[in-house]
């Protein structure tokens, strides 16, 4: 390959309309030679631009369903579409280099410099090297690397949270249609994960990937899943609904159960106070504390505990929109059998 010549495989994104494709599988199986059935049938869309999060007890099939999708694993029955296209007619090989994969402990190449291995697949794509170069450094510096102070060091250089960004920036660095993480930040302590997850929320506001993540942590689901996906032995789909939802609203015993007795306390932080939970404000409201619309139920709550009042004056754009009382804010906690 001429690795000095320009290819038009990856066009460079363009701010208005960063390029993501929707991933849709249809009636999706897998069954592995040994005759395991690790996913049935499974249907379901992820929205280009979305991330949708795969939950579920081990060994239910969600990194054979993620690995369906880049075709590491070749289903044995159904459909999965990238945008329009089916990837089974697709080579696999240009497949992954299209779609960023991310996974536990990040499998960076050891003996490769951090910015060598953010390039790997530009370089593949056969880009100039001044352009890899460029976009490597820029890649690291989105995911809040210096490329000065980073890029020549070596994976074993780098903490546990830095070669996770590196695996992060490397994935996206030939500008994939499609981001897969499979459990990205399971290796990295509680502290450390939060605020990646933190970085992660910002990065992807940027971004807009489409992205599909498996993790084992529920609340790293709600934190980061604009819907998420909740998956029974087999691939079962038992419930794919806004984290809100699959908190407030289990549609199923074992969503319920899988999403336990703290899930009054996970739905508060994700659901927003809105219009239609207030009574109307006050004529003088002056003295009750506050906080915008659109805020948590949790954060209204705090706010009620931390002034001592059993109800908030909500505002929208600095003006009162309404009150909002106790009960109302507990209501999302509640709304569950
Ligand atoms: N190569 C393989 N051959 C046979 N069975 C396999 C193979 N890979 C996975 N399986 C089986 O398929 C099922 C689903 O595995 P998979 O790794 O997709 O689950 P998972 O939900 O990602 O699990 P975990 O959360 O533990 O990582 C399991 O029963 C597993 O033992």
Not at 10 to 32: F, N
Not at 195 to 212: G, M, P, Y
Request: aromatic letters at 4%; hydrophobic letters at 40%; proline letters at 7%.
């Amino acid at each position: 390959m001429d690795v000095t010549s320009e290819t038009p495989i990856s066009a460079e994104p363009d701010g208005a309309h960063p390029r993501a494709a929707s991933i849709t599988l249809e009636g999706v199986g897998k069954r592995y030679p040994d005759g395991t059935e690790a996913v049935r049938e499974l249907s379901l869309e992820v929205r280009a631009g979305e991330l949708t999060v795969l939950i579920g007890p081990s060994g239910c099939g969600k990194s054979t369903v993620l690995r369906m999708i880049n075709r590491l694993v070749e289903p044995t029955g159904g459909r999965i579409l990238l945008g329009d296209e089916d990837v089974t007619r697709v080579d696999p090989v240009a497949l992954r280099r299209r779609i960023g994969y991310v996974i536990q402990n990040v499998g960076l190449f050891p003996h490769q410099t951090v910015l060598a291995n953010v390039g790997t697949v530009p370089r593949l794509l056969g880009w100039s090297r001044d352009r890899v170069r460029r976009r490597s450094a820029e890649l690291l510096e989105l995911v809040g690397l210096d490329p000065k102070q980073f890029g020549r060091r070596y994976p074993h250089e780098l903490s546990g949270g830095q070669r996770q960004r590196v695996g992060v920036a490397r994935a996206l660095a030939a500008d994939p249609v499609v981001l897969l993480m499979d459990e990205p930040f399971s290796a990295v302590d509680p502290i450390v994960r939060t605020r990646l997850q933190e970085e992660f929320l910002r990065l992807q506001a940027d971004v807009r990937k489409t992205i599909v993540l498996v993790t084992h942590d529920l609340d790293e689901a709600v934190r980061l899943g604009d819907r998420i996906a909740v998956l029974s032995e087999g691939g079962r789909l038992e419930q794919y609904d806004s984290p809100a939802a699959v908190l407030g609203a289990p549609a199923s015993g074992f969503v319920r159960q899988f999403v336990g007795a703290d899930r009054g306390i996970r739905a508060l932080a994700v659901t927003p106070v809105t219009a239609e939970a207030l009574d109307p404000a006050p004529a003088d409201p002056a003295g009750l504390p506050e906080v915008a619309l659109g805020s948590s139920a949790y954060d209204a709550l705090a706010v009620m505990l931390t002034s001592g009042a059993d109800r908030v004056l909500v505002t929208a754009g600095g003006r009162p929109a309404g009150l909002l009382t106790r009960e109302r804010a507990l209501a999302p906690a509640q709304r569950q059998g």
